[in-house]
């Protein structure tokens, strides 16, 4: 489960015209990396309320009401937090290429990355990214995405990958029908990877009106492929879409917003 879990709210434009409008709400947000042990268990119960409470995914985690797996020691740990009262209210985790080496990347589970073999040294995995409730505003992505882009210059790292994950609730229809319309965001053969469960396309219905969501549609329009047919992910109940962002396709429009 990763990147695109939190189908928000806000189009991209609403989310640049919400940080230009939310300015004092955008003050009292800060990001960063998590600076302790006991950030990112705030961060990982953060992670508990959002997949398991509001999403009920199936998570086998040894901490009651704290998501965690063998990824996390790891990742770096990007949070918002409210400098109001400390809290943390956003997430991504980070795992370096060096790191991967390691532990292997989280989206072999669902796909075969083979054809990305080539990238590694330069590809960055993100994912277990939520917000919570009460802050899912454009404040918030933005100090994310900041937070990301900034990551990504200074390291000099020069791909993203993850997974736009799509509620199954309605049986993987809507799922399916995403992908069918949002073919056009194919990535070149090459950058092809393989779900490992696929989510059976050919007997789902792929014409509904589904609308993409928010979020989807933003990374899309900064630049980011899609690279293959959707996984589906029973744990979270949910179809991934591998999404790969080639950071010098991002549109300048976006890399301005994001990195100033």
């Not at 009651?64 to 009262?85: A, F, M, S």
């Not at 990877?193 to 789902?204: D, N, S, T």
């Not at 792929?206 to 690279?227: E, H, N």
Request: net charge neutral; hydrophobic share 35%.
């Amino acid at each position: 489960m990763l990147f695109f879990t939190i189908e928000m709210e806000n189009s991209m434009e609403q989310i640049h015209n919400e940080a230009a409008r939310g300015a004092t709400r955008r003050h009292s947000l800060a990001v960063g990396f998590a600076r302790s042990q006991t950030e990112i268990l705030d961060a990982q119960r953060l992670r508990y309320r959002v997949f398991a409470g509001e999403m009920g995914a199936n998570l086998s985690s040894r901490t009651p009401g704290v998501d965690h797996d063998i990824y996390d020691p790891y990742c770096k740990h990007l949070v918002v937090r409210d400098t109001r009262n400390g809290e943390i209210v956003g997430t991504y985790r980070i795992l370096s290429p060096e790191n991967a080496r390691q532990i292997g990347y989280y989206s072999e589970n669902e796909f075969d990355l083979t054809r990305l073999q080539h990238l590694r040294p330069r590809l960055v995995e993100i994912g277990r990214s939520c917000v919570h409730p009460d802050y899912r505003t454009g404040a918030t992505i933005t100090l994310l995405w900041s937070g990301l882009a900034q990551y990504m210059t200074e390291q000099g790292y020069d791909y993203l990958i993850g997974c736009a994950s799509i509620s199954m609730a309605d049986g993987g229809h809507a799922a399916a029908s995403l992908y069918n319309r949002l073919s056009e965001h194919l990535g070149p053969q090459e950058y092809r990877v393989f779900p490992r469960c696929p989510l059976p396309l050919a007997a789902l219905q792929q014409d509904r009106q589904t609308p993409t969501p928010p979020l989807i549609k933003g990374y899309l329009r900064a630049g980011a492929w899609i690279c293959g047919e959707p996984a589906w992910d029973p744990d979270f109940n949910t179809a991934d879409l591998p999404i790969l962002m080639p950071m010098a396709k991002v549109a300048a429009r976006y890399a301005k917003h994001y990195l100033g």
